[in-house]
């Protein structure tokens, strides 16, 4: 699983503490340290500390505390998925199929969203459909579905170079049976 290397309070800072990203207040936005503190981390997402690296003296604007530069690893996300698509080591696009449901995992995970799915773990039941409860990784943002409605272009970041012509020693035209000989 990828590394961030982020900030966190002292007292968060001990290897496997877990914590949950809510949400980021707009104090931070503006703080110089937001790019290596709360601008690595995703809302919604869940981390564990794996490695606690030696403070430099920094101080959250919002709570006057130190911070220590800490290496995190984003944690499985447990929640509901319809059967047929609760097979580990699967990529599928999370649809909020189980809406409604407890521990269906839509406030942590958007719809249209890639998941990769790591372990099963069990079955539930919930409005009399089977799914199964599975950790995964949310693996980026939700898909585009409908792009080229909305104005977005599909069309691949780099073209190919277009060929030179090539230069044959005779010119030769088409015809439906393939390249023919032009005679004088």
């Known amino acids: 699983m990828k590394r961030i290397v982020t900030l966190v309070s002292r007292e968060q800072a001990e290897v496997g503490h877990r914590f949950r990203v809510f949400g980021i207040p707009d104090e931070c936005r503006e703080c110089r340290l937001y790019s290596v503190c709360l601008g690595r981390l995703t809302p919604g997402r869940s981390y564990i500390v794996v490695e606690v690296r030696p403070s430099m003296g920094q101080k959250c604007k919002i709570t006057g505390g130190e911070m220590v530069p800490v290496v995190v690893e984003e944690t499985p996300i447990v929640g509901l998925l319809p059967l047929n698509k609760a097979l580990e080591g699967v990529v599928v696009t999370y649809e909020d199929e189980c809406a409604g449901c407890d521990g269906c995992p839509s406030n942590m995970v958007s719809k ?54 090539s230069k044959s020693p005779s010119p030769q035209k088409s015809s439906p049976r393939g390249p023919t000989s032009r005679l004088p």
């Open 112 to 165: 249209g969203e890639k998941i990769k799915v790591v372990k099963v773990l069990g079955r539930a039941k919930c409005r009399g459909r089977e799914f199964a409860i599975v950790e995964f990784y949310a693996l980026g943002a939700p898909s585009l579905s409908g792009a080229s409605s909305a104005g977005i272009s599909q069309a691949p970041s780099r073209v190919p170079l277009s060929k030179p012509p």
